[in-house]
Structure formats: C-alpha cells, structure tokens
C-alpha cells in the first residue's frame, strides 16, 4: 500500500501546530486529524455523482463515440512513479506523459436513429487515453494503458467490435503517439525503440556540484517553470525517455519501422501520407527552459525513412524580446496546408520578433509546396502576429493576427492559390470585446482526415458558430457569413429558457446540425436539428441530472456597478427551498478570478448565461449550497488599464471597488449577511482572496487554493503583466500580499498542492505566505495535498478539500462569534 502523509499547518494567533498524519486506511478509531478526512455526505456526495460521458462525433457526422468516465482516480493511481523533467512528467513504466482520468467505456451513437450499440472484445479493466477517428468513420483508433506500456487499439464501426492492433507499445510523452495517414487505410505511430539499452541507475554518490553560468547578454523574459533539468544525469535520462522509432500500422497489424530512432518531440505527416515532418531535440540543453524552447531540428522524411531535407535548425529561445507579443526571430510553427497533398507553411518574425520595434510587418506567412524544388511563396505579411490560419482550397484561407498588449485582433481572407492575390479584411475587433465577437468559422473533415473550412456549395460563403454574448447573456448562433458582401445571415440562435449551442453542423447548407441543449435543471444532452424540414429537434441522448438533490437551486443573474460606474455580472445560487423574504439572509461563499482589460466597456459586458445547467461542482463554491450557504460565483473583477495606462498599476483600488460592489448587491438582495461572507479563489483567484484580506475587512474568511502571493519570486511577468520586477518594483511590491501580512485581520485557508506544475505557483508560496502569518500572531491554515498538481485529481485529496473549506466556513463564517473590530 501506498502510504501518503498528508501535511497541515495551523496557525492560531500565535499558536503553531503541526500533524503529521498516516494513511486513513491505517488509522484505529476517530483520530481527529489524522490522514485523508471525510467532508460532510452532502458533499462526499458531489464528489461520487455519475460524470456524464464525453461525445466525440465521427468525421463523417453520422456516429458518434460516446466514452463513459468513472469515479475520480484514488490517491495511489495520481502516486505513480513520475519523472519531472524539463516541464514534462513522464510516468516512466508507460514511457507517456502522466495521464489520471480514463475512460473504462464506450458505445457508439447512431446520429440518423439515435441508437447505441455497445462494444464487443474489450478488456474488463479499461484505460483508455486517446481516441481517433478514421477518415471514412469506419475505424476508430485509441491507445489503452496496460502495466508496462501503451498499446494500440483499433475498433471496427460496422462490426461494434476491438481488437489490440499491434504488440509494439507506443511512446506517448509528447503526443497521443498515433494518428490516421493515407486516407482510412494506415496509421503513423510512435514507438518505443527495439532493444534499448536500460538506462543505468542513478549514483547515490554526487559526481559534482550543478553549476549554471550567464555569459551576458539582452535582458530576457522567461517566466519561473517547474520541473526544469538539474544535471548531466537530468539531460540523459530525458534522451532516454524520448528515444522514439516511427513506424507505419496497416489495419491487418502489420508494422514497419521507418528511419532510426530520434530524441522526437514531434512527428506530422502530410495529408497524402507520403512525407512527415519531425522535430527532434538538440544539445545543450537548457536548466531554465521547457522542453519546447530548446533548440530544435526540423526535418522532412518519406514514409520509407529516408531524410529528404533539413527544414530548419532553431537555436534555443532562450533570449526573446520583452513583452507578450514577442517571439523569436527566423522560420518557425512549421505544418501541412490540409487543403493540399504535401504543402508546407511557416511563419517567419520580422524585426527580430521584437514588438518594441516601429515596424509595418511583425510576421509573415510563406508556403512551399513538395518536391520543394522552387522558391517558397509569400503568402501574407501582418502588422502584428500570427494567430492561427484555417485552411479552405486555393481561393480560401483565413488567417487571424493578434497584438497582446493592446488586446487588437483581426482576421483576413487570402487566396493561396491565387498569383498577387490581396488579402481582404473580413473581422476586427477588440479581443477582450465579445458582443461583437462573429465566432468561430465551421470546419469538416476533408478525405484526408484534416480540417478544412466548410463553405456553401457556391463556395461564396462560410458559416460561423459562437457564443452570441449579449447585455442579456450568451445567446449562442450558426449563422452564414457572405464572402463577397461580408454580411452575416442568422440562421438560427438559442432560445430562452435553454442554454444551446452547435457541436457539428452536418450539410453543406447547414440546415442540418447537432447542438448540445441544458437549462437550469437539465443537463446537456445532444439534439438533432433540421431547419429546413421545420420539424422539431429531437433528442439523441437523454442522461439524468447527476445529482437530484440540487434541483431546486435558484440561479440568477446579476447586474451592479462599482463605484465608478463599471458595469459588473456575477451569478448567484440559493440553496434549494431557501426564501430570502422568509429565511433572512444567508452566510455567503464568494469565487472570483480577476481579468484585465483595455476598456471599460468591454470590462463591462455581461458574462454567461442565466440558463445553463446548474453544474454543481467540486472545484468551484457550489457544493457549499448543499450546506446551505448562498453562492455567489464569478463575480466579475476587471482591472483595467485604458490606452497607455497599464491595469495593474492601480490593481489594489480596482479590486477593492469590485469586492465592495458584490457584497453591497447581495446585502442589498437581502440574501447575504454582511457579517458572513467569504471570499475565495483558485489559483490568480487565490491571489485576489490574499489580497482582498490583507487590504479590506470585507470579508469574515478566505479560501485561497494553489496561489502565488509574493511577485519577487515570478520577477519576469503574471498573468498579463509583461513588465519585469525591475521596471515595475512599486507594482510588484504593491501587488504582493506577502508585504502585506502584518495587516491580516480575518482567518485564511491555503491548500496548495505538493508537485505544483504551474509556473508561478510553486507550493513555497504557500508555505511562505502561511509562515508569514503565522509569525505575526494572524489566524491561518495550511494544507498542503500530496502528489497533487495545481489541479488537484485524487479523490482522497478533493473529499479533503471539501472537509478543510466546510470546517473553516462553519468556523470562521457560518458560526462566527461576534467580531467588536468589525464593528
């Protein structure tokens, strides 16, 4: 048995306690505090509610995969064996990346009838990581994990029956490790090389001191990453692990290995299946970087295993330009036109990928198409940089730029195919500005398997699904966007009392689509459209409310300003058969998450939608409804900073008027007790509820879950902030609650976990911030969950959660003494 000593700290004016604790499961009587603890049933009770299955439609739309999840994973599969190396984990017997949530099922969903079929020659025990589908919808492939590896696994539709394709065991660490090549009939795998050498075990005895050197240079901008190389010893085991052999899988299992085994981060073959492009890894590595920054070669070969060219040699981006939108300079983001046979397209920085410099073209967009014998083609230039292109056929292709720093975006039609075609401006917008976001181009699966833009059969227009933001909430619509008059055509928009949007939209005229359609107290289940018929839609699925007990939870829709005339959303829950006129008001769990803005009226617009499902969740507030507190979730927080002025220069007097405007609405709603409201967060959110308790007394408790709260120690930019610690030391220092830990009044829980994979958040900043406080004679507790990530996965470690946030509210909050200095 897997023994796991979960750590708390507590801190009661001046007092320390330490616990150390042993697994629940050894533990002889009701020990207070020892090992994993159990919340209230209510809420153990979210934790075991039956997670719907995920729906994954087939490229032909007429079946879809429908893969059943079980219960979350226990606190012995998230402590498997793990290597931390240069940003990855690698679970090391599987050689993939650490992967927790499996699907143990699945079926398959006729579209036209509704109808499911089960699945024959499965396993008993499934854990099934990646799906995909064939080209033609006949085939679907998807790996499984097994004790020593990851195996390959095809299902053949028509039959409803699986198989183990291959006995070779796939290496998954940077990438599902298969995918569909030449149409439905092969695979392009990665795999684990034949006879490798075992790697030598690590010596005991230290061969030297790990020493790192700058030689000067510019200023760089690299942010604080977790799990970075150490060693020499560091460097080799990562080869090892990434040692990969491609190889080709035909549908009868049959395998060939092509080329020799490569350090491979990357592996994409052209839509024809006759050439793919690798990116393997080159020495020296760096200790600072990940993975994805080291210097890079990139190579095109045929299926046959030969090199056919060096596509390009990247040196380590380990000194870029300052800012968001800078990136470095030469060819990079290599891939396919999914349109063509073999064309290859990249993007290449000018100006030295610095946004500082004053230049009219900050990228570049270029294609050469195979053999690669004539020069390659400039397809576009851009005032700012890339974003991302959509490929249609020659006479379409949209491409979106974007600028960061003033929140600018647009997108543009080019004509790849088309000699001294211009591009035409199709959207512009303010990114931050959703109501008037056009949303997202429809795409289909061409013969190839790849995505490719679906237009009307003229070829003259494109269709659009979005969320449809508005004053009134998310409106989602499918609409036809005009290529010639650039105008917009609705087709159809969700309606009250439903929360509906597209998933898939079926024919080229898109009268026939499939939504996904909830309200309040249903949950989402998949429908049938057919506008041109006029007929009703009708339902493809029908799953249960996973937890009946919440139906009945009041949900609405907020609408306030703060004190200088912002306007703010939140939404609000009430417990279910809760009066406010009858019961009074209620203690209150508040959970924000702070966003920056360029403007105050995109700061203002209305975010969600009063008629989505009631999705009462572990890892937000909600479950605090079961033991009757009024939530109030996503209560908007905008910093803004307007033309050159930068949001976090006055972050604490925004935060301050956006807190004090949600407690006032909900006091004057009569459903909060002033006295009884909490506030809480995740992750920039417990930030903010650090924050918010060393600067206000607003609030009678805070939970802060895996948080940064001293910004000396991310000195090279947050979130959005691009300023470095020395061009902004007042802003840094200000923003740091750290500083601030003389001036907690009211109680703070930390729960942080132990292997914090995000950067920035290292589990030390929790650890600190509570030694802080509890230096100082304030009231604090720590928790610190092992084996967790900054997500946490276990289901021992989230039913703790729950039991740490209900024991400190009914505390600190729901049964709080009378406070005379809040008074």
Same mark, same amino acid.
């Given at each position: 048995?897997i023994?796991?000593?979960?750590?708390?700290?507590?801190a009661t004016?001046?007092?320390?306690?330490? !616990?150390?604790?042993t697994?629940?499961?050894?533990?002889?009587?009701?020990?207070?505090?020892?090992g994993?603890?159990?919340?209230?049933?209510?809420l153990?009770?979210?934790?075991d509610?039956?997670?719907?299955?995920?729906?994954?439609l087939?490229?032909q739309?007429?079946?879809?995969l429908? +893969?059943?999840?079980?219960?979350?994973?226990?606190?012995?599969?998230?402590?498997?064996?793990?290597?931390?190396?240069?940003?990855?984990?690698?679970?090391?017997?599987?050689?993939?990346?650490?992967?927790?949530d499996?699907g143990?099922?699945?079926?398959?969903l006729?579209i036209?009838?509704?109808?499911?079929?089960?699945?024959?020659?499965?396993?008993?025990? !499934?854990?099934?990581?990646?799906?995909?589908?064939s080209?033609d919808?006949?085939?679907?492939a998807? =790996?499984?994990?097994?004790?020593?590896? &990851?195996?390959?696994?095809?299902?053949?539709?028509?039959k409803?029956?699986a198989?183990?394709?291959?006995?070779?065991?796939?290496?998954?660490?940077?990438?599902?490790?298969?995918?569909?090549?030449?149409?439905?009939?092969?695979? +392009?795998v990665?795999?684990? %090389?034949?006879r490798?050498k075992e790697?030598?075990p690590?010596?005991?005895t230290?061969?030297?001191?790990?020493?790192q050197?700058?030689k000067?240079?510019?200023?760089m901008?690299?942010?604080?990453?977790?799990?970075?190389l150490?060693?020499?010893?560091?460097?080799?085991?990562?080869?090892?692990h990434?040692q990969?052999?491609?190889?080709?899988v035909?549908?009868?299992g049959?395998?060939?290995?092509i080329?020799h085994?490569?350090?491979?981060?990357r592996?994409?073959?052209?839509?024809?299946?006759? $050439?793919?492009?690798?990116?393997?890894?080159?020495r020296p590595?760096s200790?600072?970087?990940?993975?994805?920054?080291f210097?890079?070669?990139i190579?095109?070969?045929d299926?046959?295993?030969?090199?056919v060219?060096?596509?390009?040699?990247?040196?380590?981006?380990?000194?870029?330009?300052?800012?968001?939108?800078?990136?470095q300079?030469?060819?990079?983001?290599?891939g396919?036109?999914?349109?063509?046979?073999?064309?290859?397209?990249?993007?290449?920085?000018?100006?030295?990928?610095?946004?500082?410099?004053?230049?009219?073209?900050?990228?570049?967009?270029?294609?050469?198409?195979?053999?690669?014998?004539? %020069?390659?083609?400039?397809?576009m230039?851009m005032?700012?940089?890339?974003?991302?292109?959509?490929w249609g056929?020659?006479?379409?292709?949209?491409?979106?730029?974007?600028?960061?720093?003033?929140?600018?975006?647009?997108?543009?039609?080019?004509?790849?195919?088309?000699?001294?075609?211009?591009?035409?401006?199709?959207? =512009?917008?303010k990114?931050?500005?959703?109501?008037?976001?056009?949303g997202?181009p429809? *795409?289909m699966?061409?013969?190839?398997?790849? !995505?490719?833009?679906?237009?009307? %059969?003229?070829?003259?227009?494109i269709?659009?699904?979005?969320?449809?933001?508005?004053p009134?909430?998310d409106r989602?619509?499918l609409?036809?966007?005009?290529?010639v008059?650039?105008?917009?055509?609705r087709?159809?928009?969700?309606?009250?009392?439903?929360?509906?949007?597209?998933?898939?939209?079926?024919?080229?005229?898109a009268?026939?689509?499939?939504?996904?359609?909830?309200?309040?107290?249903?949950r %989402?289940?998949?429908?049938?459209h057919?506008?041109?018929?006029?007929?009703?839609s009708?339902?493809?699925?029908?799953?249960p409310?996973?937890?009946?007990?919440?139906?009945?939870?009041?949900?609405?829709?907020?609408?306030?300003?703060?004190e200088?005339?912002?306007?703010?959303?939140? *939404? +609000?829950?009430?417990?279910?058969?809760?009066?406010?006129?009858?019961?009074?008001?209620r203690?209150m769990?508040?959970? @924000?998450?702070?966003?920056?803005?360029?403007?105050?009226?995109a700061?203002?617009?209305?975010?969600?939608?009063?008629?989505?499902?009631?999705?009462?969740?572990?890892?937000?507030?909600?479950?605090?409804?079961?033991?009757?507190?009024a939530?109030?979730?996503?209560?908007?927080m905008?910093?803004?900073?307007?033309?050159?002025k930068?949001?976090?220069? *006055?972050?604490l007097?925004?935060?301050?008027?956006?807190?004090?405007?949600a407690?006032?609405?909900? &006091?004057? $709603?009569?459903?909060?007790?002033?006295n009884?409201i @909490?506030?809480?967060?995740h992750?920039?959110?417990?930030f903010?509820t650090?924050?918010?308790?060393?600067?206000?007394?607003l609030f009678?408790?805070?939970i802060?879950?895996?948080?940064?709260?001293?910004r000396?120690? *991310?000195?090279?930019?947050?979130?959005?902030?691009?300023?470095?610690?020395?061009?902004?030391?007042?802003?840094?220092q200000?923003?740091?609650?750290?500083?601030?830990?003389?001036?907690?009044k009211?109680?703070?829980?930390?729960?942080?976990?132990?292997?914090? =994979?995000?950067?920035?958040?290292?589990?030390?900043?929790?650890?600190?911030?509570?030694?802080?406080?509890?230096?100082?004679?304030?009231?604090?507790?720590?928790?610190?969950?092992?084996?967790?990530?900054?997500?946490?996965? @276990?289901?021992?470690?989230?039913?703790?959660?729950?039991?740490?946030?209900?024991?400190?509210?009914?505390?600190?909050?729901?049964? @709080?003494?009378?406070?005379p200095?809040?008074?």
């Amino acid at each position: 048995m897997i023994r796991i000593k979960p750590k708390f700290l507590l801190a009661t004016t001046a007092t320390t306690v330490w !616990l150390a604790f042993t697994s629940a499961t050894a533990l002889a009587g009701n020990v207070p505090e020892s090992g994993y603890q159990l919340p209230p049933a209510e809420l153990q009770a979210v934790v075991d509610a039956p997670r719907g299955p995920i729906f994954r439609l087939g490229p032909q739309r007429k079946t879809a995969l429908l +893969l059943t999840l079980p219960g979350l994973p226990g606190i012995a599969d998230v402590s498997q064996p793990e290597i931390r190396l240069a940003g990855l984990r690698i679970n090391p017997r599987t050689r993939a990346t650490s992967h927790f949530d499996f699907g143990n099922g699945m079926s398959l969903l006729d579209i036209a009838t509704g109808k499911a079929r089960e699945i024959t020659g499965l396993p008993a025990r !499934l854990k099934i990581a990646e799906t995909a589908w064939s080209p033609d919808e006949q085939w679907l492939a998807f =790996s499984m994990w097994v004790d020593n590896g &990851v195996e390959l696994w095809l299902l053949d539709v028509k039959k409803a029956s699986a198989r183990r394709l291959m006995a070779d065991k796939l290496n998954a660490i940077t990438g599902p490790g298969f995918s569909w090549i030449e149409g439905s009939e092969k695979l +392009l795998v990665r795999l684990v %090389p034949l006879r490798q050498k075992e790697l030598p075990p690590a010596s005991v005895t230290p061969t030297g001191p790990n020493m790192q050197e700058s030689k000067g240079g510019k200023t760089m901008q690299v942010r604080t990453y977790p799990d970075m190389l150490r060693t020499a010893r560091d460097s080799d085991v990562l080869d090892w692990h990434l040692q990969t052999q491609l190889g080709i899988v035909n549908l009868r299992g049959e395998v060939r290995r092509i080329g020799h085994p490569m350090t491979l981060t990357r592996s994409l073959a052209s839509p024809d299946g006759k $050439l793919i492009l690798t990116t393997q890894i080159r020495r020296p590595y760096s200790t600072i970087l990940p993975v994805d920054r080291f210097a890079q070669l990139i190579e095109l070969w045929d299926n046959q295993g030969k090199k056919v060219k060096t596509v390009a040699e990247r040196p380590m981006r380990e000194r870029l330009p300052t800012g968001s939108d800078a990136v470095q300079a030469g060819p990079r983001d290599f891939g396919w036109r999914a349109d063509k046979p073999a064309t290859l397209y990249w993007l290449e920085a000018q100006a030295g990928g610095d946004p500082e410099v004053n230049s009219k073209v900050h990228d570049a967009l270029f294609q050469q198409a195979a053999p690669f014998d004539a %020069p390659a083609q400039k397809l576009m230039e851009m005032g700012w940089r890339f974003g991302n292109v959509q490929w249609g056929s020659d006479n379409l292709a949209l491409v979106t730029e974007n600028w960061v720093k003033t929140k600018d975006t647009r997108t543009w039609r080019i004509q790849p195919g088309v000699a001294d075609s211009k591009p035409e401006l199709l959207f =512009s917008r303010k990114s931050e500005d959703q109501y008037n976001n056009p949303g997202q181009p429809v *795409t289909m699966y061409n013969a190839q398997g790849r !995505l490719v833009l679906r237009t009307s %059969p003229d070829g003259k227009a494109i269709f659009l699904t979005g969320n449809g933001a508005s004053p009134e909430g998310d409106r989602p619509f499918l609409d036809k966007f005009d290529l010639v008059s650039k105008q917009a055509n609705r087709l159809w928009r969700s309606q009250a009392p439903y929360y509906e949007e597209v998933v898939a939209v079926l024919n080229d005229k898109a009268s026939c689509f499939v939504t996904s359609r909830e309200s309040n107290e249903e949950r %989402p289940n998949f429908y049938l459209h057919d506008i041109s018929a006029s007929a009703p839609s009708r339902a493809l699925t029908q799953f249960p409310h996973p937890m009946p007990q919440f139906k009945g939870v009041k949900k609405q829709q907020l609408r306030y300003e703060r004190e200088d005339g912002v306007d703010l959303t939140a *939404t +609000l829950y009430l417990p279910p058969g809760y009066d406010p006129k009858r019961d009074g008001p209620r203690p209150m769990l508040m959970w @924000a998450y702070p966003r920056e803005f360029k403007s105050a009226e995109a700061a203002g617009q209305t975010v969600g939608s009063p008629y989505k499902f009631n999705r009462i969740s572990y890892n937000g507030p909600h479950a605090m409804l079961a033991r009757g507190y009024a939530v109030l979730d996503a209560p908007t927080m905008p910093i803004i900073g307007e033309g050159k002025k930068e949001p976090n220069d *006055t972050y604490l007097e925004q935060l301050k008027m956006d807190a004090e405007a949600a407690v006032e609405e909900v &006091v004057r $709603l009569g459903v909060a007790d002033r006295n009884r409201i @909490a506030i809480g967060g995740h992750s920039y959110g417990a930030f903010m509820t650090a924050n918010l308790l060393a600067h206000t007394r607003l609030f009678r408790a805070g939970i802060a879950r895996s948080g940064a709260y001293n910004r000396s120690l *991310t000195p090279f930019g947050f979130q959005s902030e691009d300023r470095n610690y020395w061009k902004a030391n007042k802003v840094y220092q200000d923003m740091s609650p750290f500083n601030f830990a003389n001036q907690f009044k009211d109680p703070i829980l930390f729960i942080h976990g132990e292997q914090d =994979s995000n950067p920035g958040t290292f589990p030390m900043q929790s650890e600190r911030m509570y030694q802080a406080i509890q230096g100082l004679g304030g009231v604090a507790r720590l928790a610190m969950l092992p084996n967790e990530s900054h997500s946490y996965r @276990a289901r021992e470690s989230i039913l703790h959660m729950l039991w740490e946030q209900d024991r400190w509210l009914e505390t600190h909050v729901k049964n @709080a003494k009378p406070d005379p200095s809040r008074e």
